[in-house]
C-alpha cells in the first residue's frame, strides 16, 4: 500500500511548478569512432526540470549520446563530433570551453555504481575539494548531498567507514550524491537500475522524479516500463538515428512512427 501511495505522489509530481524551457539543444549532431558513424543527424532539445528518456535496442546509440552532452567522448581517440550542442545558449564544442567546468555542470551516473574506494564522506567531497571548497564547508555539502540522495539516513553513523561497504542501491545513491556535490544543472543517467533489485529501483525513480524540481535528467534505460512511470518525454533511437521523441504517453500509446510502435510492443530489440 506505501508504494502504491508513495507512486500516487510521484504521479503527481510530474506536473512541475516551472514551465519546461530547452536546456540543452542538439542540432544535427554526428559522431564517428574513426570510420563508423555512431549517431546521424540527432536534433533535439532537452528540457529543464523534466526527465528525458532514451530507449531503443542494444548499440543503438543511446549512451554515446548521452556521452555527447558532457564530452565524455574526448577520452576516446577516434571519437570526432559533427554538429552543435548548446548549453544555456553556449555552444559546449567552441574551443574556449572548460570541459573541467561542463563536467561539474552536466553530471554523469554509469550503469554499474562505481564509488572511490575511500570513505562515504570523502566520496562526496572528493569534487568540492577539487573545485576548492574550503575544508570548513565540506560537511555541510556532504549532508545536503546525502540527503539529496536520500542517503543521509542509512548512512549517517558510517561516514568513515568505506563506501565499498554499502549495498549495491546504497552505492548507486551515493554516486548520486557525489554528483549532486558540485551542484550540476543536468545529470545523465546511463541506465542507472539496470544491476539492481526492485526495491533499490524504486528508490532511485522515487529520487529521480524529486531531483527534475532542481534540474533537467536524461536517462538512457533499456527498462521501457521505468520509462513510461518517471519519464515526461521519451526519445526512441535505432541504428544511431533519434526515430522520434515526445510525451511519454505519446510515444508508448500513439508513436507517430511504425518502428517505434515495433519496438514498444516488442516486436523487435
Aim: aromatic letters at 6%; a neutral charge; one cysteine or more.
Amino acid at each position: 500500500t506505501t508504494m502504491v501511495e508513495t507512486r500516487k505522489t510521484q504521479d503527481a509530481s510530474r506536473t512541475t511548478p516551472h514551465p519546461p524551457s530547452a536546456k540543452i539543444i542538439v542540432r544535427d549532431l554526428n559522431l564517428y569512432y574513426e570510420r563508423m558513424r555512431a549517431l546521424r543527424d540527432v536534433s533535439v532539445e532537452i528540457n529543464d526540470h523534466e526527465i528525458t528518456a532514451l530507449i531503443g535496442p542494444s548499440g543503438c546509440g543511446k549512451s554515446s549520446f548521452l556521452r555527447c552532452l558532457n564530452r565524455m567522448n574526448d577520452l576516446i581517440r577516434t571519437a570526432r563530433v559533427e554538429g552543435k550542442v548548446w548549453m544555456d545558449g553556449v555552444d559546449i564544442y567552441d574551443k574556449n570551453v572548460d570541459v573541467v567546468e561542463l563536467r561539474k555542470r552536466v553530471g554523469m551516473v554509469f550503469q554499474k555504481p562505481n564509488p572511490f574506494p575511500m570513505s562515504v564522506f570523502d566520496n562526496i567531497a572528493y569534487g568540492p575539494r577539487l573545485h576548492g571548497v574550503p575544508k570548513r564547508e565540506l560537511p555541510d555539502i556532504v549532508e545536503q548531498s546525502l540527503r539529496a540522495a536520500a542517503l543521509w539516513d542509512e548512512v549517517k553513523d558510517k561516514l568513515r567507514q568505506s563506501a565499498m561497504d554499502l549495498s549495491g542501491g546504497q552505492q548507486q545513491r551515493l554516486c548520486i550524491a557525489r554528483c549532486l556535490a558540485v551542484d550540476p544543472e543536468v545529470i545523465l543517467l546511463d541506465e542507472p537500475c539496470s544491476a539492481l533489485d526492485p526495491i533499490s529501483t524504486f528508490r532511485i525513480e522515487e529520487l529521480l522524479l524529486q531531483l527534475k524540481q532542481r534540474l533537467a535528467i536524461v536517462l538512457v534505460t533499456h527498462n521501457m516500463f521505468q520509462a513510461s512511470r518517471i519519464a515526461d518525454r521519451t526519445g526512441f533511437f535505432l541504428d544511431g538515428e533519434l526515430i522520434e521523441i515526445g510525451a511519454t504517453v505519446d510515444i508508448f500509446e500513439r508513436p507517430r512512427d511504425a518502428r517505434t510502435d515495433g519496438f514498444v510492443r516488442g516486436r523487435f530489440g
